[in-house]
Protein backbone atom coordinates (compact mmCIF):
# COMPACT_ATOMS: atom_id res chain seq x y z
CA UNK A 1 0.00 0.00 0.00
CA UNK A 2 3.02 2.11 -0.50
CA UNK A 3 1.85 5.36 -2.62
CA UNK A 4 -1.40 4.59 -1.61
CA UNK A 5 -4.71 6.58 -2.42
CA UNK A 6 -7.62 7.84 -0.41
CA UNK A 7 -7.76 8.90 2.68
CA UNK A 8 -7.60 6.89 6.24
CA UNK A 9 -10.74 6.68 7.84
CA UNK A 10 -10.38 5.44 11.66
CA UNK A 11 -14.02 4.81 13.38
CA UNK A 12 -15.61 2.86 16.57
CA UNK A 13 -16.64 -0.56 15.47
CA UNK A 14 -18.21 -3.29 16.99
CA UNK A 15 -15.68 -5.18 18.89
CA UNK A 16 -17.38 -8.28 18.60
CA UNK A 17 -18.17 -7.45 14.53
CA UNK A 18 -16.69 -9.41 11.63
CA UNK A 19 -14.50 -6.76 10.73
CA UNK A 20 -12.79 -6.95 14.28
CA UNK A 21 -12.77 -10.44 14.66
CA UNK A 22 -11.07 -10.53 11.19
CA UNK A 23 -8.26 -7.70 12.36
CA UNK A 24 -7.87 -9.50 15.52
CA UNK A 25 -7.42 -13.39 13.92
CA UNK A 26 -4.71 -11.91 12.23
CA UNK A 27 -2.76 -9.82 14.53
CA UNK A 28 -3.11 -13.13 16.85
CA UNK A 29 -1.52 -15.86 13.64
CA UNK A 30 1.22 -13.02 13.42
CA UNK A 31 2.39 -12.87 17.26
CA UNK A 32 1.52 -16.70 17.17
CA UNK A 33 4.38 -17.11 14.59
CA UNK A 34 6.69 -14.21 16.02
CA UNK A 35 6.14 -15.97 20.38
CA UNK A 36 5.18 -19.15 19.38
CA UNK A 37 1.52 -18.43 20.95
CA UNK A 38 -1.14 -16.13 21.13
CA UNK A 39 -1.04 -12.57 22.57
CA UNK A 40 -2.32 -11.80 26.02
CA UNK A 41 -6.17 -12.68 26.18
CA UNK A 42 -8.15 -10.16 25.38
CA UNK A 43 -11.82 -10.48 25.06
CA UNK A 44 -13.16 -7.98 22.43
CA UNK A 45 -16.33 -7.52 24.60
CA UNK A 46 -14.40 -5.27 26.96
CA UNK A 47 -14.24 -2.35 23.85
CA UNK A 48 -17.60 -2.38 24.41
CA UNK A 49 -17.91 -1.00 27.96
CA UNK A 50 -17.87 2.38 29.31
CA UNK A 51 -14.87 4.34 28.68
CA UNK A 52 -13.44 2.02 26.64
CA UNK A 53 -13.14 1.89 22.89
CA UNK A 54 -12.30 -0.57 19.49
CA UNK A 55 -11.33 1.42 16.12
CA UNK A 56 -11.01 0.30 13.00
CA UNK A 57 -9.12 2.28 10.42
CA UNK A 58 -10.15 1.63 6.87
CA UNK A 59 -8.66 2.65 3.38
CA UNK A 60 -11.18 2.96 0.55
CA UNK A 61 -13.13 1.73 3.03
CA UNK A 62 -10.89 -2.10 3.60
CA UNK A 63 -10.28 -2.59 7.07
CA UNK A 64 -5.89 -2.15 7.43
CA UNK A 65 -5.65 -1.67 11.35
CA UNK A 66 -7.16 -1.87 14.75
CA UNK A 67 -7.10 -0.97 18.24
CA UNK A 68 -8.57 -0.72 21.47
CA UNK A 69 -8.87 1.20 24.45
CA UNK A 70 -9.28 -0.51 27.75
CA UNK A 71 -9.92 0.63 31.34
CA UNK A 72 -7.37 0.01 33.99
CA UNK A 73 -9.02 2.59 36.29
CA UNK A 74 -10.08 5.61 36.59
CA UNK A 75 -7.04 7.70 35.73
CA UNK A 76 -5.81 5.12 33.63
CA UNK A 77 -5.84 3.01 30.57
CA UNK A 78 -4.56 0.70 28.30
CA UNK A 79 -3.91 0.26 24.32
CA UNK A 80 -4.84 -3.64 23.29
CA UNK A 81 -5.39 -4.74 19.89
CA UNK A 82 -2.88 -2.47 18.41
CA UNK A 83 -2.68 -3.75 14.61
CA UNK A 84 -1.78 -2.98 11.10
CA UNK A 85 -2.11 -5.38 8.58
CA UNK A 86 1.59 -6.05 6.99
CA UNK A 87 0.57 -4.28 3.45
CA UNK A 88 -0.50 -1.00 4.90
CA UNK A 89 3.01 -0.85 7.26
CA UNK A 90 5.23 2.15 7.10
CA UNK A 91 2.59 4.72 5.99
CA UNK A 92 1.82 6.31 9.15
CA UNK A 93 -1.28 4.50 10.18
CA UNK A 94 -0.48 2.88 13.54
CA UNK A 95 0.44 6.56 14.67
CA UNK A 96 -2.94 7.57 13.30
CA UNK A 97 -4.53 4.55 15.01
CA UNK A 98 -2.72 5.74 18.67
CA UNK A 99 -3.53 9.63 18.21
CA UNK A 100 -7.12 8.64 17.70
CA UNK A 101 -7.08 6.17 20.83
CA UNK A 102 -5.23 9.04 22.81
CA UNK A 103 -7.78 11.71 21.85
CA UNK A 104 -10.47 9.37 22.77
CA UNK A 105 -8.44 8.65 26.29
CA UNK A 106 -8.52 12.33 27.07
CA UNK A 107 -11.55 12.94 26.08
CA UNK A 108 -12.84 9.93 28.45
CA UNK A 109 -10.64 11.58 31.15
CA UNK A 110 -7.82 9.15 31.59
CA UNK A 111 -4.68 10.66 33.01
CA UNK A 112 -2.20 8.16 31.52
CA UNK A 113 -1.77 5.10 28.67
CA UNK A 114 -0.18 1.81 29.51
CA UNK A 115 0.41 -0.57 26.92
CA UNK A 116 2.65 -3.60 26.61
CA UNK A 117 4.63 -5.01 23.59
CA UNK A 118 6.65 -7.72 22.69
CA UNK A 119 10.74 -8.52 22.84
CA UNK A 120 10.64 -9.21 19.51
CA UNK A 121 8.58 -6.60 17.94
CA UNK A 122 11.47 -3.68 17.78
CA UNK A 123 9.56 -1.48 15.15
CA UNK A 124 6.40 -1.55 17.49
CA UNK A 125 8.65 -0.55 20.79
CA UNK A 126 10.18 2.41 18.03
CA UNK A 127 6.70 3.83 17.04
CA UNK A 128 5.89 3.60 20.63
CA UNK A 129 8.58 5.82 21.62
CA UNK A 130 8.22 8.37 18.82
CA UNK A 131 4.74 8.50 19.86
CA UNK A 132 6.21 9.88 23.52
CA UNK A 133 6.27 6.71 25.52
CA UNK A 134 8.48 5.31 27.83
CA UNK A 135 9.50 2.24 28.88
CA UNK A 136 8.08 1.41 32.44
CA UNK A 137 8.71 -1.99 34.43
CA UNK A 138 6.13 -4.86 33.75
CA UNK A 139 2.62 -3.90 35.27
CA UNK A 140 -0.32 -6.29 35.86
CA UNK A 141 -0.76 -9.46 34.32
CA UNK A 142 2.74 -8.86 32.35
CA UNK A 143 5.26 -8.26 35.33
CA UNK A 144 6.94 -11.06 35.24
CA UNK A 145 7.07 -12.18 31.80
CA UNK A 146 10.09 -11.73 29.91
CA UNK A 147 9.18 -11.49 26.32
CA UNK A 148 6.73 -8.24 27.85
CA UNK A 149 8.07 -4.81 26.92
CA UNK A 150 5.60 -2.35 28.78
CA UNK A 151 5.12 1.38 27.98
CA UNK A 152 3.26 4.56 29.61
CA UNK A 153 2.29 7.95 28.02
CA UNK A 154 0.68 11.00 30.60
CA UNK A 155 -1.61 12.42 28.39
CA UNK A 156 -2.47 16.53 28.86
CA UNK A 157 -5.04 17.52 30.94
CA UNK A 158 -8.41 18.48 29.60
Given at each position: MTG?????????????GETAQQLIQALCSE??????????????AEAAESR?????????????????????????AEIKRMYVA???RRNGF???????????????GYRAIFLETGIRQPEAQGLY??????????????????TSVCFKK????S
Open positions: HAGTLTICTDDPIMSERYGRPPSPFSPEVFLVARLAGHPVGCGALRRIDEEKPAGARQIIAELESQAVQFESCGYRRIPSFGNYAGNPVLPF
